[in-house]
């Protein structure tokens, strides 16, 4: 956890608000602040929780689970992009259901289509390597600084939601197929992000870069940590009820959104550097 202080101010380092005598324009995205990472990672947790409480626990299966899923975030960022300005709630509950689905969407292409947490993973990262490209090449930054219009934060959900899907295909690979099992693998995830913070404060590194690497990586470290607290003992988890987790993980949220100070990013008008 000490490790999300990184990316405190985060990507927008990267880009120069430019002094033009107006009000800066408004982001409909968070500033990325401490206060962000401690959520982004309780809410990663309550997906793989709330994702396994359909899927396993109410036997829904990853087909349905997945089609609930997607129909919420399709509704949810919906909302997001028609909506005028910053609204923490609607924010972050976009943020829980790409997360859920994200659950869900590498679970059923692991298990049910069988191609494998290796294989999930390399296809999920070229997906988001993709989608992070032609949002490069359409908007020449990929910084969520710049989230303020329709077609910036299509790319910016597009990535947000692949990555969410990739991290939980990384998380069940570290923990299943390297032998490390869940408390392993959120050891190996949380040094990762420890070596992010470290580049941040010493190395002149992209902070964009830095960014989108500690947003994919508090995902697998969300998972982990999920599947931990409620894989049976025998499997190396705490075997404790997933809905009960799911309901303090989304009260803990709740009481983040409800207490600690949050507002809207700024985005330039025009950008010095790119990503």
Known sequence: MIAIV????????????????????????????????????????????????????????????TGLFLAALVALVGYQIVAKKFHPYLYWATIVASTTFGTTMADFADRSLGIG???????????????LGLWYW?????SVDTVSTPKVEAFYWAAITFSQTLGTALGDWMADSTGLGYKGGAIVF????????????WTNVSRVLLFWAAFIL????????GDFLDKPVRDGGLALSRPLASAVIAAFIIICVLVLPQRAGQHPTQSRSAA
């Open 117 to 131: 947490y290796t294989g999930g993973a390399a296809v999920l990262l070229f997906c988001l390597l993709a989608t």
């Open 218 to 225: 508090t995902r697998p470290l969300g998972a982990t940590v």
């Open 6 to 65: 990184l990316l405190n101010t985060g990507a927008g380092k990267d880009i120069k608000t430019m002094n033009t005598g107006s009000q800066p324009n408004l982001s409909k995205v968070p500033e990325v602040t401490l206060v962000f990472w401690i959520i982004k990672i309780a809410a990663t947790t309550l997906g793989e929780t709330a994702g396994d409480s359909v899927t396993m626990t109410l036997h829904w299966g990853y087909l349905a689970g």
């Open 138 to 142: 359409s908007h020449g930054s990929i």
């Open 190 to 201: 949380g040094a990762a992000l420890a070596i992010v913070a470290a580049a941040y404060y």
